[in-house]
T-cell receptor
Framework: DTEVTQTPKHLVMGMTNKKSLKCEQHMGHRAMYWYKQKAKKPPELMFVYSYEKLSINESVPSRFSPECPNSSLLNLHLHALQPEDSALYLC??????????????FGPGTRLTVL | AQKVTQAQTEISVVEKEDVTLDCVYETRDTTYYLFWYKQPPSGELVFLIRRNSFDEQNEISGRYSWNFQKSTSSFNFTITASQVVDSAVYFCALSDTGFQKLVFGTGTRLLVSP
């Protein structure tokens, strides 16, 4: 089973709202990722957690705050977003906590609209 | 710096035609991994294949086949007897050993008409 789940599927929020995206995997994977994908573009890496520790932050604005409460769960807290943050947010996981050799398995994504 | 080029932005074919999606990559590393992902309209990226730089054997999986040629830095993907369900955006990606990053190409949108 290579399933990564994400909730919610769709989210509409105002610029002053605070919301969270949730990602879950039960494959025993030790690395989890957040990507942002704008329309007609490839995914862009935002954050990587390896063994529940933040190992990569791709200079993402502080209005995006990741959290990894345990090895199965990854959250992305959103606050004071801008309309240009509207995108598909994809979560992924991979078996090992390190290395670029791993296959990343992606969830279905959350389509975020910021008004 | 690493780079993945998918020169075909969009390809349209009629069902049952064969179609090849091109992928050309650049890297200075001797050890690296290449991937293909499929992204249907639903949005999820579906893993198709991973190939390491030491394994140049071509691979076939059902109607899908991949041709890896280090001499031309290419990792092309062929769908034989295409079907409407193959309509999606296909991404080629490159990963460095020691890094947890995927460098994606810009994707090729494949439209298969009945």
């Amino acid at each position: 089973d290579t399933e990564v789940t994400q909730t919610p599927k769709h989210l509409v929020m105002g610029m002053t709202n605070k919301k969270s995206l949730k990602c879950e995997q039960h494959m025993g994977h030790r690395a989890m990722y957040w990507y942002k994908q704008k329309a007609k573009k490839p995914p862009e890496l935002m954050f990587v957690y390896s063994y529940e520790k933040l190992s990569i932050n791709e200079s993402v604005p502080s209005r995006f705050s990741p959290e990894c409460p345990n090895s199965s769960l990854l959250n992305l807290h959103l606050h004071a977003l801008q309309p240009e943050d509207s995108a598909l947010y994809l979560c992924a996981s991979s078996p090992r906590g390190w290395g670029g050799t791993d296959t990343q398995y992606f969830g279905p994504g959350t389509r975020l609209t910021v008004l | 710096a690493q780079k993945v080029t998918q020169a075909q932005t969009e390809i349209s074919v009629v069902e049952k035609e064969d179609v090849t999606l091109d992928c050309v990559y650049e890297t200075r590393d001797t050890t690296y991994y290449l991937f293909w992902y499929k992204q249907p309209p639903s949005g999820e990226l579906v893993f198709l294949i991973r190939r390491n730089s030491f394994d140049e054997q071509n691979e076939i999986s059902g109607r899908y086949s991949w041709n890896f040629q280090k001499s031309t830095s290419s990792f092309n993907f062929t769908i034989t007897a295409s079907q409407v369900v193959d309509s999606a955006v296909y991404f080629c990606a490159l990963s460095d050993t020691g890094f947890q990053k995927l460098v994606f190409g810009t994707g090729t949108r494949l439209l298969v008409s009945p």
